[in-house]
């Protein structure tokens, strides 16, 4: 934004030109840095294992070199330029989406749909490490636009605390065990399974659904027969008007019509008709 600022050097008018600050950037005075960050997608409901839910609600950072990270489990991903320019960047990294799942085990948690990158959005793989105390630990970018941040916490010490199997429903558990049972006697293959495993973690929120979901459009009582009606009489009077506007085209060009012959034949038809909709494909006595 550019403003004009006029300074009087004593009868004399200059004009000086002065940059404000603007709406971008970790230091604006203007606007809170929360107010900056502009979400595309929300955030998935808080899953996987009870113990971690407490760490819903908190926020852990970082600050490596010129830029701080923070990181919101169940949320979000930041980053911020520590810098004083004008322009210094401020964004969203990953939004929470879903777990990472490998041998009955959390392995990670995917934040995506971050701001836009190129082609693609920038998106984080959270790490969870064994450490006497939470806070977040490492952050690195080994692709473009995709980065790696390791969250270290107490939280995940014990050998059980990241296994996937206790926190299913118990008829989740079971649908599991049936999997396991007919890849065991052969009866689905390896993707069948993973398949059906997948469906699983779906259903218990851990992963995001990639089903397709269809719905139908809703009917009010009655709505289809009335809407039948209506429509029944407005093609009837088109059909009406039609037929006056044929019959004043024919008499126009002096060309003789028999309505009532028209009309008997066309009687005579429906209900030849009506009687092959009934069932009955006899021969009919035209006489």
């Known amino acids: 934004?550019?403003?004009?600022?006029?300074?009087?050097?004593?009868?004399?008018?200059?004009?000086?030109?002065?940059?404000?600050?603007?709406?971008?950037?970790?230091?604006?005075?203007?606007?809170?840095q929360g107010s900056r960050l502009q979400p595309k997608v929300t955030p998935s409901p808080v899953s996987g294992p009870a113990h971690l839910h407490r760490l819903a609600g908190k926020c852990f950072s970082l600050t490596e070199s010129t830029y701080k990270y923070e990181f919101c489990p169940f949320h979000n991903v930041t980053q911020h330029e520590q810098s004083f320019r004008w322009n210094a960047y401020s964004g969203i990294l990953g939004i929470w989406q879903e777990w990472e799942i490998a041998n009955n085990t959390f392995t990670g948690m995917w934040m995506r749909d971050g701001d836009t990158c190129g082609t693609r959005n920038r998106e984080t793989k959270v790490i969870l490490v064994c450490s006497p105390s939470s806070k977040?630990?490492?952050?690195s970018e080994p692709s473009t636009c995709v980065y790696s941040l390791t969250f270290e916490t107490p939280l995940v010490c014990h050998p059980h605390s990241l296994l996937v199997y206790p926190t299913l429903t118990e008829k989740l558990q079971r649908e599991w065990d049936d999997a396991e049972q007919a890849r065991y006697e052969g009866l689905i293959t390896d993707q069948g399974y993973n398949n059906l495993l997948r469906d699983i973690f779906e259903d218990a929120g851990l992963l995001k659904s990639q089903r397709i979901k269809v719905k139908l459009p809703e009917v009010l009582p009655n709505s289809a027969s009335h809407n039948s009606l209506q429509k029944c009489t407005e093609d009837f009077q088109k059909q009406r008007e039609e037929i006056d506007r044929l019959r004043a085209l024919l008499a126009q060009h002096n060309i003789p019509f028999d309505l009532k012959q028209s009309e008997s034949n066309r009687t005579l038809s429906t209900t030849v008709k009506d009687q092959h909709l009934r069932g009955d494909n006899g021969l009919f006595d035209m006489q």
Do not use: D, W, Y
Request: glycine share 8%; aromatic share 8%.
């Open 136 to 139: 977040l630990a490492r952050v």
């Open 1 to 32: 934004m550019i403003s004009v600022c006029f300074i009087n050097h004593g009868l004399a008018g200059k004009m000086k030109i002065v940059e404000e600050p603007n709406t971008f950037g970790l230091n604006n005075p203007f606007l809170a």
